[in-house]
């Protein structure tokens, strides 16, 4: 599974608070990814790292931030959580053959 | 731009049947070409990737998939599902040395009755 642990598993919160998720992985990835997963959608690309403080925008990135200070640590941060951000959360790297491995992925329910 | 079709939403088959889900894609070279699958309330579990070579790739649990480039296919077969193979299944394509994206399809729902 590539050492990739995402944390919590499961949040509930209420509109308009912030909310971090964290992707954690063991194995010193350049790449990073976070994605959402939606009925009807599949995935979706949220916010994607290349490095230690490089990172870029996917499709639906509005609402979002990311930061990664460290390699290991790649966090998702929603400013103030709307009930549209309601999904799972889906942390992937990418080795550099190109292969993609995910986490488990966090359910948030944004009340 | 890179996209990928999945064009079946929900399949269902017997247990012992034959499987075909369907994959399309657009792109304006040949790219790196993936199947994963996940299983209810879990992450993807990547199933076969494409790269480049031999067209016909095998992957786990007993799943091929054949790259076509003249159709911009890359169908995911098995001969004979078996009842644990009941989940949803994603292609996904990602462009040749650039790990920056990954696209993936909306993905097929494949439910097995016995």
């Known amino acids: 599974d590539a050492g990739i642990t995402q944390s919590p598993r499961h949040k509930v919160t209420e509109t308009g608070t912030p909310v971090t998720l964290r992707c954690h992985q063991t194995e010193n990835h350049r790449y990073m990814y976070w994605y959402r997963q939606d009925p009807g959608h599949g995935l979706r690309l949220i916010h994607y790292?290349?490095?230690?403080?490089?990172?870029d925008k996917g499709e639906v990135s509005d609402g979002y931030s990311v930061s990664r200070s460290k390699t290991e640590d790649f966090l998702l941060t929603l400013e103030s959580a709307t009930s549209s951000q309601t999904s799972v959360y889906f942390c992937?790297?990418?080795?550099?053959?190109?292969?993609?491995?995910f986490g488990q992925g966090t359910r948030l329910t944004v009340v | 731009a890179q996209s990928v079709t999945q064009p079946d939403i929900h399949i269902t088959v017997s247990e012992g049947a034959s499987l075909e889900l369907r994959c399309n894609y657009s792109?304006?070279?040949?790219?790196?070409l993936f199947w994963y699958v996940q299983s209810p309330g879990q992450g993807l579990q990547l199933l076969l990737k494409y790269f480049s070579g031999d067209t016909l790739v095998q992957g786990i649990k007993g799943f091929e998939a054949e790259f076509k480039r003249s159709q911009s296919s890359f169908n995911l077969r098995k001969p004979s599902v078996h009842w644990s193979d009941a989940a949803e299944y994603f292609c996904?394509?990602?462009?040749?040395?650039?790990?920056?994206?990954?696209?993936f399809g909306t993905g097929t729902r494949l439910q097995v009755f016995p």
């Open positions: 996904a394509v990602g462009a040749p040395y650039n790990t920056d994206k990954l696209i």
């Open positions: 792109y304006g070279a040949t790219p790196y």
């Open positions: 790292s290349y490095g230690v403080k490089d990172t």
């Open positions: 992937a790297i990418r080795t550099e053959r190109g292969e993609a491995f």
